[in-house]
């Protein structure tokens, strides 16, 4: 038998205002370092990274991380796969999405975001949603 072969650990890395950066694939990690960045992955259990203000950084792997730094603040980090995480420094903000059986299958139930404020939701602090809430990851 021939199975299709499976990409592990794939890489990338993005420097300069506007940059990005993208990678797929199991344990995929991707960062881009620069105002007005971008990071992305697609993996399971992958990380994504942005620095600078007004970056973004999205993952959309189940068990993945999505993180943004920025001293401006205005930076997104976005985490949309099952059991997923996020954080941000301070006056950046966080998206994520809720999952739950729905019909006997897994599915997105709703999608949140907040702004990291340093009270209600700690600068550099990965938070996930459980039932609409966020909640701190220990």
């Known amino acids: ?11 990338s890395s993005a420097t300069g205002d506007s ?7 199991y344990s995929s990690a991707s960062s881009a370092t620069g105002g007005g960045s971008a990071s ?3 993996g399971i259990k992958s990380a994504s990274s942005a620095t600078g203000g007004g970056s ?9 991380k ?6 401006k603040g205005g930076a997104v980090a976005i985490a949309i796969g099952k059991d997923s995480m996020a954080k941000g420094s301070l006056n950046s903000f966080l998206v994520l999405a809720d999952w739950k059986v729905i019909e006997n299958e897994q599915q997105i139930d709703g999608v949140y975001s907040t702004k990291v404020d340093g009270k209600k939701i700690k600068a550099d602090t990965f938070y996930k949603v459980v039932a609409g809430v966020f909640m701190e990851v220990k």
């Open 19 to 25: 940059s990005a950066s993208s990678a797929t694939g």
């Open 1 to 11: 038998h021939s199975f299709p072969s499976r990409r592990y650990c794939d890489l």
């Open 40 to 42: 992305l992955t697609t």
């Open 56 to 64: 973004a950084s999205l993952t959309t792997g189940w068990e993945s």
């Open 66 to 71: 999505s993180s943004v730094e920025t001293e």
